[in-house]
């Protein structure tokens, strides 16, 4: 069965859940707590129609549906103990707390009866499917297409022990080779290639996990390494080195699992990711609204400023490296850029003196927020770049391409911290702040990042 298949399970098993849970709850809370015969009105009906689809959109926020087949059995019963305390919260508020009731004490006896028979009929029917994809997933060649970098006898011996394993879920469908010399796992799994055609054999096998069998102390080759694999879609794991074990930095929740460290490359929670998605849409088009005469002035502004279009389209690399043409009020002069791409300084005499201005306060990057509503863009991330600065960033510092792996940004810490860069080296200066936010990315911190944006528009010390 492939990812979909258990995710529409797994929607409509929980579908029919609240369905039931909610049924049997109106129906105790009539004769038990009502003391009044039960029957089919109004409320029951509404109640039967849209409790369920309040229960699946709070799994859905909580990221229960993304990467279905990495579930297991007590992940899927924390995330069913927290999302029925909240919904069952909502509930009560929301449909029960308006009842007419004899005393105080229904509303606890409702609360606790709405929140037991939910957990019990939604936790016991997630465990039973949860079972099911567990012993799914380890029976051979149903497990998750593992590659392994290295063919040395330290890839050997992690090799035999993932097979010897009871419970594994890794399906070794090949090797790399690190250095061309050790060749000793391919009595075991075939060599696919070397690391010239790593990206090449990860997509063809459709890779869902990597092993990397070198000791994870080697830091100058493992950086190299992961930041080429590193896509947000496959599952990175290394060598854990004896200091990393005493110090307590790794972190394994696996029992059965071998001794590696996952490489997590997602800090921020799949619920605040999907709040920053609804807030990026929310606030970019109350923006576009209210800011209407503000756009109206910029643009009779630039148009008089010189000769030539209101708005400045430049192709930007985004998420996943997806190319994307970025929105900005023209700041520049009309073949600012004839001699090729050129980064602005402070005396830049391409700049008109109103584009100084707009720059200063941002006001160019306004119109990005319909990049937002598109989708290419977020109100806070990484500043986007040309293809032309990253191909001369990457030569430096390989770890730039972390940055593609989420949503560009309006504004970001770097640009906070930095402003607009003159050069590579600055742009390696600021990169440092948008790697550190990326390591670091929360709601909290995206509010601070545009906290501080607001205030540098309004005093107008933009660099």
């Not at 019963?77 to 009560?92: E, M, V, Y």
């Not at 004896?242 to 490359?265: C, D, P, Q, R, W």
């Not at 009779?300 to 929105?327: C, D, H, M, W």
Request: net charge positive; charged share 20%.
């Amino acid at each position: 069965m492939q990812q979909r298949t258990w995710v529409v399970s797994y929607i409509f098993l929980d579908w029919l859940s609240g369905l039931i849970a909610w049924s049997v709850f109106f129906y105790l809370r009539k004769i038990w707590i009502e003391k009044v015969a039960f029957k089919w009105d109004e409320n029951f009906i509404i109640g039967i129609a849209v409790v369920p689809f309040l229960w699946l959109l709070l799994y859905f926020v909580q990221g229960t549906y993304v990467e279905m087949r990495r579930m297991f059995r007590l992940k899927i019963l924390n995330l069913t103990l927290i999302a029925t305390i909240i919904g069952s919260i909502l509930l009560f508020f929301g449909l029960i707390l308006d009842d007419t009731v004899n005393s105080y004490q229904d509303y606890y006896q409702s609360f606790l009866l709405v929140f037991g028979i939910h957990f019990f009929v939604a936790g016991t029917s997630r465990i039973f499917l949860t079972t099911l994809l567990v012993k799914h997933i380890r029976k051979p060649g149903n497990g998750f297409k593992t590659l392994i970098l290295g063919g040395n006898e330290k890839a050997c011996g992690l090799y035999k022990e993932l097979t010897q394993l009871t419970k594994n879920s890794n399906y070794v469908v090949g090797y790399c080779d690190l250095n061309g010399i050790d060749f000793q796992l391919s009595e075991y799994v075939p060599n696919l290639g070397d690391l010239k055609v790593l990206e090449e054999v990860i997509e063809k096998q459709q890779i869902e996990e990597v092993i990397i069998a070198i000791e994870s102390s080697d830091h100058g080759r493992l950086r190299k390494l992961i930041s080429r694999i590193n896509d947000g879609k496959v599952k990175i794991k290394i060598l854990p080195d004896m200091f990393e074990i005493l110090s307590g930095s790794t972190k394994m929740s696996n029992i059965y699992g071998a001794l590696l460290m996952e490489v997590s490359t997602e800090v921020m929670p799949f619920w605040q990711q999907t709040i920053k998605r609804f807030l990026d849409l929310f606030i970019s088009f109350i923006a576009i609204v209210l800011l209407t005469p503000l756009y109206v002035f910029s643009a009779i502004a630039v148009k008089l400023s010189s000769p030539g279009p209101i708005f400045y389209l430049q192709e930007r690399v985004g998420l996943n490296g997806k190319t994307f043409k970025i929105i900005k009020f023209r700041t520049m002069y009309v073949n600012a850029e004839a001699k090729g791409p050129q980064l602005s300084s402070a005396h830049d005499p391409r700049i008109t003196p109103i584009g100084r201005f707009m720059r200063k306060t941002r006001l160019d990057e306004f119109p990005q927020f319909l990049n937002v509503i598109i989708g290419q863009m977020s109100l806070v991330g990484p500043r986007p770049e040309r293809q032309f600065y990253i191909d001369q960033i990457i030569e430096v510092e390989p770890q730039y391409l972390h940055l593609t792996r989420v949503r560009p940004g309006i504004t970001s810490w770097g640009q906070v911290k930095f402003g607009y860069a003159e050069n590579v080296e600055q742009m390696l200066e600021r990169m440092k702040f948008d790697l550190l936010y990326l390591k670091n990315r929360s709601l909290a911190l995206d509010f601070k990042i545009m906290f501080y944006t607001v205030i540098i528009i309004f005093k107008a010390k933009g660099k």
